[in-house]
């Protein structure tokens, strides 16, 4: 494998993703990592990550000791990129110094990306410089002999048109890395894992949200195990139009899923009732969520009179490094903008043990497993939905008059209009809004007094940010027509014009 030391670069990401696109398998863990971490995974490259840092900040991050001595003795090849350049220079005896023209954005050495203020200065001995920038600062370095390479700039980003090409090169010319990954074997793999894991008499649980994530992870394992995997879809109440239905159909009828629908909308709607605090709606729905859930493995235990051992997780690889961010990245989660629930987020006493067949893999990957899969692609590209539903796009009390359902009809003509003009797969989220306001209208010859909604429609890569979609005017102009036109107790329809950030994609 390709290893990667992240010291907390916004690229170490793009890297991993990047091999990986080579059909190499590669992985990335955080820049401290003891020697232990690192030889357990018996890499064949370990590349070094960029960082915010610089080498000569007390206490900035770097491989432990005996990486060296250890890398040299097992022939391993070591590539540093840009903060990972500096660091093998400084540990083997050359100098980094503060750069005397800094080098942000596009340079010429061939054109590539570079960002950074530090440079290496002194070479270690044995190091040659293979290309300079424009401005003569070292852009390449290596030691053949001894298996070190570094580059200042980043190859991995778009913005250097060669950067895959050199990354290729690296791996199969220079260090002659096979390419021979595919997603077949990482779904052979999982299977023998999870066979490996479940013993005969074992059974597994899994929560379905209707997502994508946990209904791959569930189809992975029903191939892997059959019917000991036990499926559970609850209907909350806060689902959007024809929702369950449409889920269901797919999980019974094309993925033969064993799957118990549980309608508990009328618990989770009348401990919802009167609720507006955002924040205590979410913790709400988690915890009926929990209870839900809790019901069924006790049903199931007394039904198999023994009680499930394993819960399916489809958590993915972005989680699992955000997780544990590297120290001195200066990423923490200590400031929680909102608390999501998701049906994955269940209590730890529940002493079951975590099948999480996804968390190596990212969501366009997990895609391509479910196509493997036989999961229809219509499911594989629906966008996402969060945990608490349509809870999310009510501001205030969800249960305040037939706020659910305007809010459904409202978003049902939004997505069938967005499908019909062939744009779907362009957004990555888009959505109706219940506005708990009342404004003037006229309809017919009467003046109304009824409900205001807005539409939301996003593009993103992956939720952290996101710009807001334009839409032609005649799209807009047809969509509202009709949404006033056919839903009773709609007389205005808004449009949400805000990025993230400032905004967030949901208003909640
Ligand atoms: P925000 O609104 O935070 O959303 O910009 C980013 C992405 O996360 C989804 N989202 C949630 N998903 N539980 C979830 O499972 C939640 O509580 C939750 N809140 C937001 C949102 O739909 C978007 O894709």
């Given at each position: 494998i390709v290893l990667i030391l992240d010291y907390g670069s916004q690229y170490t990401h793009l890297i991993t993703r990047r091999i990986r696109t080579l059909s190499i398998f590669s992985l990335c863990i955080s820049g401290t990592s003891s020697l232990k971490t690192i030889t357990d995974l018996n890499p064949s490259v370990i590349i070094l990550s960029g960082g915010p840092h610089s080498?000569?900040?007390?206490?900035?991050?770097?491989?432990?000791?005996?990486?060296?001595?250890?890398?040299?003795?097992?022939?391993?090849?070591?590539?540093?990129?840009?903060?990972?350049?500096?660091?093998?220079?400084?540990?083997?005896?050359?100098?980094?110094?503060?750069?005397?023209?800094?080098?942000?954005?596009?340079?010429?050495?061939?054109?590539?990306?570079?960002?950074?203020?530090?440079?290496?200065?002194?070479?270690?001995?044995?190091?040659?410089?293979?290309?300079?920038?424009?401005q003569g600062a070292v852009a390449a370095v290596e030691n053949k002999c001894r298996r070190f390479y570094g580059l200042q700039?980043?190859?991995?980003?778009?913005?250097?048109?060669?950067?895959?090409?050199?990354?290729?090169?690296?791996?199969?010319?220079?260090?002659?890395?096979?390419?021979?990954?595919?997603?077949?074997?990482?779904?052979?793999?999982?299977?023998k894992v999870i066979r490996g894991m479940v013993g005969p008499q074992d059974h597994v649980i899994c929560a379905l949200s209707g997502g994508v994530d946990s209904t791959v992870a569930a189809t992975l394992v029903h191939k892997a195990i059959g019917e000991r995997l036990h499926c559970i879809f609850v209907d909350n109440g806060l689902l959007r139009c024809k929702e369950q239905e449409r889920v269901m159909e797919t999980f019974e009828k094309d993925l033969h899923l064993p799957v118990t629908c549980v309608d508990a909308s009328v618990r989770f709607l009348s401990e919802l009732k009167g609720v507006t605090d955002p924040e205590k709606k979410r913790k709400i729905i988690g915890k009926e969520f929990i209870a839900v859930f809790d019901a069924f493995a006790h049903d199931l235990e007394k039904k198999l009179g023994r009680k499930p051992t394993y819960l399916v997780q489809g958590t993915l690889y972005p989680d699992v490094i955000e997780s544990c961010p590297p120290p001195g990245s200066g990423k923490t989660h200590s400031h929680t903008i909102k608390s999501h629930h998701n049906v994955g987020g269940l209590p730890k006493d529940m002493k079951l043990k975590l099948i999480e067949p996804l968390k190596l893999l990212f969501k366009d990957e997990v895609r391509e497993l479910g196509k493997i899969l036989d999961v229809p692609v219509s499911f594989l590209k629906r966008h996402p939905f969060p945990g608490p539903g349509l809870a999310v796009r009510i501001p205030g009390d969800v249960t305040q008059g037939n706020a659910l359902d305007i809010l459904r009809q409202v978003d049902e003509i939004f997505i069938q209009a967005i499908k019909d003009a062939g744009i779907y797969d362009e957004i990555w989220q888009a959505f109706a809004v219940f506005l708990p306001v009342k404004t003037t209208g006229v309809q017919g010859d009467q003046r109304t007094h009824s409900n205001a909604v807005a539409l939301r429609a996003v593009t993103s890569h992956d939720g952290m940010t996101a710009d807001w979609y334009y839409f032609e005017h005649k799209f807009l102009d047809d969509v509202s027509r009709k949404i006033c036109n056919s839903v009773r107790g709609v007389n205005r329809v808004c449009l949400d014009i805000t990025s993230k950030p400032p905004s967030t994609i949901e208003w909640e």
């Open positions: 080498v000569h900040t007390p206490n900035s991050p770097s491989f432990p000791d005996g990486f060296v001595e250890y890398v040299e003795k097992n022939g391993i090849f070591v590539l540093g990129i840009c903060y990972g350049l500096q660091l093998i220079v400084q540990k083997l005896g050359g100098a980094v110094a503060v750069g005397e023209k800094q080098e942000y954005g596009k340079m010429v050495i061939e054109v590539v990306w570079m960002s950074h203020g530090d440079e290496a200065v002194s070479l270690p001995d044995g190091f040659e410089v293979v290309a300079r920038s424009e700039y980043h190859p991995e980003v778009t913005h250097s048109p060669k950067g895959m090409e050199t990354l290729r090169h690296f791996l199969l010319d220079v260090c002659g890395v096979e390419a021979g990954w595919k997603m077949e074997d990482v779904m052979e793999e999982e299977i």
